[in-house]
């Protein structure tokens, strides 16, 4: 198990809500990464958090949007949320921004699934 | 076309077998090429990374990535039930923050 917890674990929410979900990090870790991960389907990127501002976006919406504080854990919130929405919301959280390497592993929390009816 | 191209399956093989996971790619700015491992209700854990061309091995575990061919593949010997899993393959430009695009995956099953 990775030290990234993430809440809540299963969420059902209807067209036109809005929904927050959370993700605590894994202690050292600055930076907050998130993906959507529709079923059958590879994560893709949304945001990424460094140090509590925004540091890179994916082909997302602006109805799409985060939060990272001080503790480096991270919110993401979408608005008027459409079917599509429906996947598993993934964060992973790091060392730093740059480069992959053995000491800068981005480490998955286990996801919320979000449903919208 | 997706910038990564992976097959779904699922693939199912005999405990023990040599299993082959391959993954095509379009962007020739990818220079990191990772192999994910993801468990039913979990997140992704990373199992191998390389950078540029060659080969990585680690246990069971052979990853190979041609940048002719833009072709990556990982090998797993000896396959065990407990592989079992969707394996993701990801790719990542070498400059500028650490952002990976993702496969879909493939659903591999290692039957007893």
């Known amino acids: 198990e990775t030290g990234v917890t993430q809440s809540p674990t299963h969420l059902i929410k209807t067209r036109g809500q809005q929904v927050t979900l959370r993700c605590s990090s894994q202690?050292?870790?600055?930076?907050v990464s998130w993906y959507q991960q529709a079923l059958g389907q590879g994560p893709q990127f949304i945001f990424q958090?460094?140090?509590?501002?925004?540091?890179g976006r994916g082909n997302f919406p602006p109805r799409f949007s985060g939060l990272q504080f001080p503790n480096y854990s991270s919110e993401l919130n979408v608005n008027a949320l459409e079917l599509d929405d429906s996947a598993l919301y993934l964060c992973?959280?790091?060392?730093?921004?740059?480069?992959?390497?053995?000491?800068?592993?981005?480490?998955f929390g286990p996801g919320t699934r979000l449903t919208v009816l | 076309q997706k910038e990564v191209e992976q097959d779904p399956g699922p693939l199912s093989v005999p405990e023990g077998a040599i299993v082959s996971l391959n993954c095509t790619y379009s962007?020739?700015?990818?220079?990191?090429f990772m192999w994910y491992r993801q468990y039913s209700r979990k997140g992704p854990e990373l199992l191998m990374y390389?950078?540029?061309?060659g080969n990585k091995e680690d246990g069971r575990f052979t990853a190979q990535v041609d940048k002719s061919s833009k072709y990556i593949s990982l090998f797993i010997r000896d396959s065990q039930p407990s592989d079992s899993a969707t394996y993701l393959c990801?790719?990542?430009?070498?400059?500028?923050?650490?952002?990976?695009?993702f496969g879909r995956g493939t659903s591999l099953i290692v039957h007893p």
């Open positions: 202690s050292g870790h600055n930076t």
């Open positions: 958090y460094y140090r509590e501002e925004e540091n």
């Open positions: 990801a790719m990542s430009n070498a400059g500028g923050s650490y952002i990976p695009t």
């Open positions: 992973a959280s790091s060392r730093g921004t740059s480069r992959l390497t053995e000491n800068n592993e981005q480490f």
């Open positions: 962007n020739s700015a990818f220079q990191y």
């Open positions: 390389t950078y540029s061309s």
